[in-house]
């Protein structure tokens, strides 16, 4: 009995180990995720921004001379929350850049990379699979069945 409970406390704890490695690396990928978000949504409101800016200075040419173009309240207010977004922005993607660049625990992946008894193990379940031959088409070739039924290169359709 102390063999297998030494098998099943083991298996606990890889799967408590792999659980973890899941939940950080997801945790880190949800981050990355939510700052895009973030990103893409400061880019719009400065889009929108931009063309609000755009109407006015259209108006401002339109209507009046050149003097006056800097002197209106709205133009300062836009082009204040402009700045505004590219503080944000620019803050935003630095954030990214440090949530992309962070390494998961070492520990862990260290353990998954040395683990070459589970490699062994994983790359014999799927020789075993490799083995299987063609599974349900077993024997069917579908370049067999174009030479068969003269369609290919030749024909039209192709």
Known sequence: MKKNDTLWDNLRQGLRDGLQFTVKKTERLTRIGRLKLDILSV???????HAELGVL???????ADE????????????????????????QLEDDLEVAS???????????????????SRVEAEFSVLEDDDDGPFRGF??????????????????
Request: hydrophobic share 25%; net charge negative.
């Open 43 to 49: 880019r719009r409101q400065m889009d929108r921004k």
């Open 57 to 63: 200075v259209f108006e401002q040419v339109r209507d």
């Open 67 to 90: 003097s006056s173009l800097w002197m209106d309240v709205n133009m300062l207010d836009v082009v204040h929350s402009l700045r505004g977004f590219e503080q944000r922005l620019h």
């Open 101 to 119: 660049t962070e390494v998961d625990d070492p520990g862990v992946e260290d353990e998954l990379d040395d683990d070459t008894a589970t490699d």
């Open 141 to 158: 070739h579908p370049e067999d069945e174009v030479r068969e039924t003269g369609k290919g290169q030749d024909s039209p359709r192709g």
